[in-house]
């Protein structure tokens, strides 16, 4: 039996993404891609509901024999071994808390078949993806992050994350560091972006759209993409020197604004003696997606597994 398939899964803040997945070709069958709302607030009896059809809709369109299993690019804190989920104090998916979502998942579908569920930090999900399909495949040592509600980041060095050590930060991720007068995710993400705007300006926008939709013509916007991208290139050289990547890629909602700052971005970098590629997150969303899906790769698996626990 030729079980060359896995469904990769991807659980944002208000929604679930889910697709199969060609494990031998990493190719998204674009046909069985689902996406669904879910609201974070709701019992983890609904929330699951949703999840599980979600998933069963992607399953009803392939052979469910070919199927390896199921791969979640999970948000944490999370326990991405026993499949348990910790999430508190973020306003999302808090009811979850303690819920073993491997045996909810299970019971929910009625897995019989013996289908694995894992899971892997959304952020190294992501990064993977890429290292395997995307933008990174042709490196060996990558940085993938995104610049999107959140600053996600993950260290990768022959597709396997790099979560300890000298060369990376402590958790293998850079959101926590400090910086300025808080953290980096504060300032490298959608709020501080438009909370700078707020402060300038008193007003409040809706998003990295609305705000990009101005640069042309508002000095304070062109203003303030100059100084995200020179932040930027001033506070990642340091550790993609340190870490020796060979390539940048970026994704998540700013970077649809690229052309804003990107030149000042990678100015920075060079005067920093940064001399890594930089590329733009060409699978997007589906990055995470195949990140998640390439749990079921035996050898990646075995790779990864020491990992998990410090995701």
Same mark, same amino acid.
Request: with cysteine; glycine share 10%.
């Given at each position: ?6 469904? @990769? ?14 494990? *031998? ?69 808090? +009811? ?6 491997? %045996? ?5 579908? @009625?897995?019989? +078949? ?95 759209? %609305? ?9 304070? *916007? ?68 195949? @990140? ?20």
């Amino acid at each position: 039996m030729n079980k060359n398939l896995a469904i @990769g899964t991807d659980i944002g803040g208000s929604h679930i993404s889910c697709a199969a997945i060609d494990l *031998v070709s990493g190719k998204v069958l674009e046909e069985t891609l689902t996406e669904r709302s879910v609201d974070n607030q709701a019992s983890a009896k609904d929330i699951i509901d949703g999840w599980s059809k979600a998933l069963k809709s992607v399953l009803d369109k392939v052979p469910v024999e070919n199927v390896k299993g199921i791969g979640f690019a999970m948000p944490g804190p999370f326990d991405y071994v026993k499949g348990i989920s910790y999430i508190r104090g973020v306003a999302k998916y808090e +009811n979850l808390y303690g819920v073993n979502v491997t %045996e909810a998942i299970s019971e929910n579908l @009625g897995l019989k +078949n013996g289908l694995l569920i894992r899971f892997m930090n959304d952020a190294s999900s992501f990064a993977v993806g890429e290292a395997w399909a995307g933008s990174a495949s042709k490196y060996d040592r990558s940085l993938s992050i995104t610049f999107g509600t959140g600053f996600g980041s993950a260290f990768i060095s022959n597709r396997i994350p790099i979560v300890d050590g000298p060369e990376v930060p402590k958790l293998g991720c850079i959101y926590h560091l400090p910086y300025k007068y808080g953290i980096a995710d504060d300032y490298f993400s959608t709020r501080g972006l438009l909370g700078r705007y707020k402060a300038q300006t008193g007003k409040e926008l809706s998003g990295v759209k %609305e705000l990009a939709a101005l640069a042309s013509t508002d000095k304070i *916007v062109m203003d303030l993409f100059t100084d995200f991208g020179d932040n930027a290139g001033l506070f990642l050289s340091t550790w993609l020197k340190k870490f020796n990547a060979e390539v940048l890629v970026i994704g998540g909602n700013i970077s649809h604004a690229y052309n804003l700052f990107g030149d000042v971005f990678e100015l920075r970098l060079k005067k920093e003696n940064c001399l890594c590629k930089v590329e733009l997150s060409k699978l997007k969303e589906n990055a995470a997606l195949l @990140g998640s899906a390439y749990l079921l790769d035996d050898n990646f698996w075995k790779s990864v597994q020491h990992a998990l626990p410090l995701m």
